[in-house]
Nanobody
Framework: QVQLVESGGGLVQAGGSLRLSCAAS????????MGWFRQAPGKERELVKG????????TYADSVTGRFTISRDNAKNTVYLQMNSLKPEDTAVYYC?????????????????WGQGTQVTVSS
C-alpha cells in the first residue's frame, strides 16, 4: 500500500508561482511512475505532467508547456510540481497519483494510488 499526501496549494494572483509537493509512504516510491492530475469544476480529470523513476518527464497538457515543471526526489519519496506564470484557467484541484502497471498514462484508471488533492486558485 502507498499513501500520497499533497501540499502547497493555495490562492495566488495571475502571473504568480506555486510549488506543489506530494509525499509518499509505503511501498518503494522509486518504482512508480508519478503523475500530476488536475480537475476543474465541471471538467474531467486531466493529466498535466508525468515523470518516470529516473526523472524523465512528459507534458500531457499543452497549456502548461514552458510554465510547469515536474521533478522527483526518490531519496525523499517526494514528487514536485513547480507552477510558474499561473493563469486563472489553472484553477483546479491538483492530485498526485502513482502507477506501476500498464495502460494509457492519461487514463486515471491506470493509476493505483491517489492523494487527497490540493486546491489551487488563481485570481485575475
Amino acid at each position: 500500500q502507498v499513501q500520497l499526501v499533497e501540499s502547497g496549494g493555495g490562492l495566488v494572483q495571475a502571473g504568480g508561482s506555486l510549488r506543489l509537493s506530494c509525499a509518499a509512504s509505503g511501498r518503494t516510491f522509486s518504482s512508480f511512475y508519478m503523475g500530476w492530475f488536475r480537475q476543474a469544476p465541471g471538467k474531467e480529470r486531466e493529466l498535466v505532467k508525468g515523470i518516470n523513476w529516473s526523472g524523465g518527464s512528459t507534458t500531457y497538457a499543452d497549456s502548461v508547456t514552458g510554465r510547469f515543471t515536474i521533478s522527483r526526489d526518490n531519496a525523499k519519496n517526494t514528487v514536485y510540481l513547480q507552477m510558474n506564470s499561473l493563469k486563472p484557467e489553472d484553477t483546479a484541484v491538483y492530485y498526485c497519483a502513482a502507477r506501476s502497471g500498464n495502460g494509457a498514462y492519461t487514463d486515471p484508471r491506470s493509476y493505483d494510488y491517489w492523494g487527497q488533492g490540493t486546491q489551487v486558485t488563481v485570481s485575475s
